[in-house]
């Protein structure tokens, strides 16, 4: 005999890499009915997403599959509520969605609304855990699903995968790797969901640790720092917005990518946030090493740091460090 399939409501926002392929999953799954997709209102996007070259769009893609696609300027209206009591949803599974779910929109699914969060839960709650898990030097990640309760990522947990990491990942690079894993967690969870066999684990809410959007102030690099600090800032820049520096003249620059400095080009460290200009390549001082920067970007383009049309006036001006060579 056949399972009657779940009914289930996704929540994502309109342009998100995550949302596409777990729309994709869902409404093609044989133990689920794809009943909704609640997606963001007209006009507003998810700033993750939208310097990437490939873009998605989540009404398009359930609307081609005929499946009702709603919009709300605030999702805990009444009368969303009262559209999504009517479907009498099992789950609301949702990823990448940045607006809060209140009672009593929680208390619509049978079973349980479901979260999808990118981080070692309860380690990195909150916004952009790829962002700040890089920039803070993490040894690991992870993704988690989880119970939706009023808290901020607080529920409890259904299912946790953890990941390796390199120390060398830009945040880009891990949000693409988590955006796969919470994929694939989704299909391994499915199941369970189906036949209501999953667990629900508390979270160790001692050991939390919370963060919001990350602030221009944030992405602003610090050279009094050490390398390894600007380094790490640098990859968790990566791509939108990018870390920026200002240069010996005042302009803002977008550095997209460094390395620590080494082999013959050694001279004394000069004062943090010296730049200099060799015919190996551009170099800024920190608190405790020189790093050669690498990359910039240049009018949305990343290109070499020495093609950018500010790096003849690295380490020209007066106090930095004449070109060598």
């Not at 609307?63 to 009498?88: A, Q």
């Not at 499915?190 to 990350?214: C, G, H, K, M, V």
Request: overall charge negative; glycine content about 6%; charged content about 20%.
């Amino acid at each position: 005999m056949t399972p009657t399939p779940i009914k289930v409501v996704l929540f994502s926002e309109i342009n998100s890499k995550l949302g596409a392929p777990f729309l994709e999953v869902l409404a093609e799954h044989p133990l689920v009915d794809l009943v909704a997709v609640v997606t963001s209102p007209p006009g507003k996007v998810s700033p993750y997403f939208t310097k990437d070259k490939e873009q998605v769009d989540l009404a398009h893609m359930a609307g081609s599959r005929e499946i009702p696609v709603h919009r709300p300027r605030r999702v805990n209206d009444p009368e969303l509520h009262k559209t999504l009591t009517g479907l009498r949803p099992d789950y609301f599974i949702v990823g990448n969605f940045q607006q809060l779910l209140k009672e009593p929109l929680l208390a619509i699914p049978r079973v349980l609304p479901v979260n999808f969060h990118p981080s070692p839960l309860p380690e990195y709650a909150g916004i952009a855990p790829f962002y700040w898990m890089i920039r803070r030097g993490a040894r690991y990640s992870a993704v988690t699903a989880l119970e939706m309760d009023t808290g901020l990522d607080t529920g409890r947990i259904i299912m946790q995968k953890k990941l390796p990491m390199s120390g060398r990942e830009t945040a880009l690079e891990l949000r693409t790797v988590q955006e796969q894993a919470n994929v694939v967690m989704l299909t391994e969870l499915i199941p369970q969901l189906a036949d209501e066999t999953f667990t629900l684990t508390p979270q160790n809410l001692s050991a939390r640790s919370y963060f919001s959007w990350p602030t221009d102030e944030d992405y602003a690099l610090d050279f009094t720092s050490s390398a390894a600090e600007v380094e790490r800032a640098v990859r968790a820049g990566y791509r939108n917005p990018g870390a920026h520096a200002p240069t010996p003249g005042g302009e803002r620059l977008i550095v997209l990518s460094v390395d620590f400095a080494g082999g013959a080009w050694m001279p004394p460290l000069e004062a943090p946030g010296t730049w200099a200009r060799t015919r190996n390549g551009v170099y800024v001082a920190c608190a405790d090493a020189w790093l050669e920067v690498l990359s910039v970007d240049h009018d949305g383009t990343e290109v070499p740091t020495a093609e950018h049309p500010l790096a003849a006036r690295l380490g020209q001006t007066a106090g930095a460090l004449a070109p060598m060579g």
